[in-house]
C-alpha cells in the first residue's frame, strides 16, 4: 500500500487483526491442554496447522502474481475456513475464532459476498455452541454481536482505504499538474524572452546594418570611380552579410509556427497537417493583414493549441472554428466546436484538482499574465465556446 497519512492506521489495524487471530488460537490450545479429552491431539495439531496457514498465506498472496493472486488468496481463506469448521466441530472455544475471520472473508469478499460469507459463519458458531453446551441467550447474541461490530470496523476500514487511495490519487494529480505549470510557465517565459530579443534584434541591430548598407551603397552610386570605392563596396557587402546573419537570429528566436510572423498562416498551418489527422476539421478566421505583437501571437497560438487538443480529446466534434477579431483597441479571440458540450458548473465541481480542468486554468493564467479575460459558454449537446478578451491589443 502506498504510503499515506492513513498508513499507521492500516498498520495497527492488520498487525491487530494478526495478534488476535494468534492469541485466540493459543487461547483454543489452552482450553484443549487444560481441559484434556479423547480429541485434544487432534485439536492442538489442528491449531498449529491453523497458524502455520494463516502465516504462509500472507507469504504467498504476496509473492504470487496479480492474476493468480486473487485465486490464491480464496484458497488460502478457503482453507482456513475449513480447518477452523473442523475445530469448531471438536471444541467449542474455536468459536472465538470467527471473530478474525470475520474481517478477512470482508476484505477478500467484498461488501456483499463477505456479508453473506460472515451471515452463514455466524450461524455456524451459533449451532456448534448450541450443540457443546446448550442452548443460551449469550451462545446466540455473542456471535450476532460480534458479526455486527466486525461488519462495522470493516466496512469503516474500507471507507478509510477508499479516502486514503482518493487522496493519493489527488496527491499524484496535483503534483503532476504543478509540474506542468512550472514547464509551461518555463515555456511561456523562454518565448517571452526569445520574442523579447528579437524584436530589440529587429529595431536596432538589424535596423542599423539596413541603414549603413542604404548609405554605403548609396557612396558607392554617387562616384563609382572615387578612390577607395573598393574598400566602400567591401564595408557593404560585410553589412549586407551581417544584416542577414541578424534576420536569420530573428528568424531562429520566433516560436517556430509564426517563421511568416503571421498567426493566421500558422493556425491554417496546423488545421491542415496536425488537426486534419487526428479527424478535426478546423476553420481559421484569423486575417493575415491583423498585425499583433509577437508574444501576443505566440500567446494565442499556445491557447489554440491547447483548445483545439481539448477538443479532440473530449468534445467528440468534427468540426471547430477559431476566429480573431479586433474592436478599436480589444481583441476577441473564440474557439467554437459542434460537439457533445458539457455543463461547465458541474464540470468544475467534478475537475477541482484533477489534471482534466489544468488546460483550462493554464489558459486562465496565460490570458491573466496579458490582462485579459476567459470565458467558457456550453450546454450539454450544443457545443462549447471559448473566448479570450484582451484590452489593450498592445498589453505587454
Not at 9 to 32: K, N, Q
Not at 66 to 88: D, K, Q, T
Not at 297 to 311: F, H, K, M, S, Y
Not at 339 to 356: E, R, V
Amino acid at each position: 500500500m502506498p504510503h499515506s497519512a492513513l498508513t499507521p492506521v492500516f498498520v495497527g489495524l492488520r498487525t491487530g487483526l494478526h495478534v488476535l487471530f494468534v492469541l485466540l488460537t493459543v487461547l483454543v490450545i489452552g482450553r484443549a491442554v487444560l481441559a484434556p479429552t479423547a480429541a485434544s491431539g487432534v485439536v492442538i495439531a489442528l491449531c498449529v496447522l491453523l497458524l502455520i496457514t494463516y502465516g504462509c498465506g500472507a507469504f504467498f498472496t504476496r509473492s504470487a502474481r496479480p492474476r493468480a493472486r486473487r485465486a490464491l488468496a480464496l484458497g488460502w481463506l478457503g482453507m482456513l475456513s475449513l480447518e477452523w469448521l473442523v475445530l469448531l466441530w471438536l471444541i467449542p472455544e474455536a468459536a472465538y475464532l470467527v471473530f478474525p475471520l470475520f474481517f478477512l472473508y470482508l476484505h477478500l469478499l467484498g461488501r456483499w459476498w463477505g456479508a453473506v460469507t460472515i451471515l452463514v459463519s455466524t450461524l455456524a458458531a451459533i449451532v456448534a455452541l448450541g450443540v457443546h453446551g446448550g442452548w443460551t441467550v449469550g451462545g446466540v447474541v455473542g456471535p450476532l454481536v460480534g458479526a455486527g461490530v466486525a461488519l462495522l470496523i470493516g466496512l469503516g476500514y474500507q471507507a478509510l482505504a477508499r479516502e486514503a487511495a482518493e487522496q493519493e490519487q489527488l496527491m499524484r494529480e496535483l503534483l503532476e499538474t504543478r509540474d506542468q505549470l512550472a514547464a509551461t510557465e518555463h515555456e511561456s517565459g523562454v518565448l517571452a524572452e526569445r520574442a523579447r530579443l528579437a524584436r530589440e534584434i529587429h529595431d536596432t541591430l538589424a535596423q542599423g546594418l539596413s541603414s549603413i548598407q542604404m548609405l554605403l551603397h548609396a557612396a558607392e552610386r554617387a562616384d563609382p570611380d572615387r578612390p577607395g570605392v573598393e574598400h566602400i563596396r567591401l564595408a557593404r557587402e560585410t553589412a549586407a552579410a551581417n544584416l542577414a546573419d541578424a534576420r536569420r537570429f530573428i528568424r531562429e528566436l520566433t516560436p517556430p509556427q509564426l517563421d511568416d510572423q503571421s498567426l493566421g498562416g500558422a493556425l491554417r498551418r496546423l488545421a491542415e497537417s496536425q488537426w486534419s489527422a487526428q479527424g478535426l476539421d478546423v476553420r481559421v478566421r484569423v486575417s493575415d493583414t491583423v498585425k499583433l505583437p509577437m508574444h501576443l501571437q505566440t500567446a494565442l497560438l499556445r491557447i489554440a493549441q491547447g483548445a483545439i487538443a481539448n477538443v479532440i480529446q473530449h468534445a467528440h466534434a468534427s468540426t471547430a472554428t477559431i476566429t480573431l477579431t479586433v474592436d478599436r483597441d480589444e481583441l476577441h479571440f473564440t474557439v467554437v466546436d459542434d460537439g457533445i458540450g458539457f455543463d461547465p458548473l458541474a464540470a468544475a465541481d467534478a475537475n477541482q484538482g484533477t489534471s482534466d480542468s489544468f488546460g483550462l486554468q493554464a489558459t486562465r493564467e496565460r490570458v491573466q499574465q496579458l490582462g485579459g479575460t476567459v470565458s467558457v459558454e456550453s450546454a450539454p449537446g450544443s457545443g462549447t465556446t471559448l473566448t479570450v478578451t484582451l484590452s489593450p491589443v498592445a498589453a505587454p
